[in-house]
């Protein structure tokens, strides 16, 4: 498993190093895509989409939550990794209060793929886990038929603060 995670590792680095020399592409508003600029339409929708999810837990709506998600999706975060249809059960447990986006950011990987990243703070509890503190969180959507879903979604609780 090691020597899969070190050449998987390695494979990654070796294209970062390659992306980061080669020339950077012109920036100017005129040649970027409509979709890959900031505050685009798209960036909008996918942002929102995270707040509809969130807003779906909220109010214990496993049929919102299953409209914006792949029935084949997958999570992360201090517990392992989670089926979304593991997940769907759960959500009638779940209770949340004052939750927040903070300072999204989305970050397009093509026209039919981006990543939403921010901080969420709030309160939730799930079972008898409490998740109180502020966490960083990371979604890649999808575009399929025309519609954003998320496709895997992980979470990092932040550390403590010195």
């Known amino acids: ?5 070190g050449t998987l590792g390695f494979i ?9 020399q080669a020339p950077a592409p012109a920036t100017t508003a005129q040649t970027k895509a409509p979709s890959m600029m900031a505050g685009s339409a798209s960036d909008d929708a996918l942002v929102a989409n995270e707040r509809k999810m969130f807003a779906a837990l909220e109010k214990n709506d496993a049929d919102a939550f299953k409209a914006l998600v792949t029935a ?10 989670m089926k979304i249809s593991d997940f769907l059960p759960m959500i009638a447990t779940m209770k949340m209060t004052d939750w927040k986006i903070n300072d999204p950011h989305v970050i397009h990987v093509d026209a039919n793929t981006a990543i939403v990243t921010y901080t969420w703070t709030g309160m939730a509890t799930m079972g008898d886990q409490t998740f ?10 999808a575009k399929r038929g025309g519609k954003w879903l998320a496709v895997y979604h992980q979470e990092t609780e932040a550390a403590p603060k010195k």
């Open 1 to 5: 498993m090691r020597t899969l995670l």
């Open 72 to 81: 084949d999706g997958m999570s992360a975060d201090a517990n392992g990794f």
């Open 12 to 20: 990654v680095l070796s294209a970062g190093l390659t992306i980061a």
């Open 132 to 141: 109180d503190k502020p966490t960083y969180i990371s979604t890649v959507w």
